[in-house]
């Protein structure tokens, strides 16, 4: 959370606030990752980020998925590094109107998966 906002805060957006809900819905799709070798958004079950979300119930109006996945050691520096080096990726962290994240990183099997659901409430 600390290194998202201070990326942020770069691009002179305000800080988002964490969320338990989106945190379940990004959990989801990192444990998804590390179980069925998933390195996309799309779900070994075919949910997208959107519905991941909608499951949790939180009611969003508009939202950003952002994933890293490493073998080896892996952490929260290195995920934020490689996201602003992907301007798609950098796009959703610099996206002022994006209010609240979820953001979770698990390890397992010598693989590092970090997900990060941002969304605006509607």
């Known amino acids: 959370m600390a ?7 770069e691009v002179s957006c305000p800080a988002v606030t964490a969320d338990t809900q989106l945190a379940e819905a990004a959990g989801r799709h990192a444990r998804d990752m ?7 958004h799309t779900g070994s079950d075919g949910s997208t980020a959107q519905q991941r ?16 996945w ?3 050691a892996g952490d929260a520096r290195q995920a934020v590094d ?5 301007s798609g990726h950098r ?4 996206d002022c109107g994006l209010t609240h994240v979820g953001a979770v990183a698990l390890t397992a099997g010598g693989e ?11």
């Not at 979300?53 to 952002?66: K, Q, Y």
């Not at 796009?91 to 610099?94: D, P, T, W």
């Not at 590092?112 to 509607?122: I, L």
Request: no cysteine; net charge negative; charged share 25%.
């Open 3 to 9: 290194l998202l906002n201070q990326r942020r805060a």
């Open 82 to 86: 490689a996201w602003m080096d992907s």
């Open 53 to 68: 979300i909608a499951d949790t119930g939180f009611d969003a109006s508009a939202s950003g998925e952002i994933l890293y």
């Open 34 to 40: 590390l179980d069925h070798d998933v390195r996309d």
């Open 70 to 72: 490493a073998q080896g």
């Open 112 to 122: 590092y998966a970090a997900v990060a659901d941002f969304a605006t409430r509607t």
């Open 91 to 94: 796009a959703i962290i610099s």
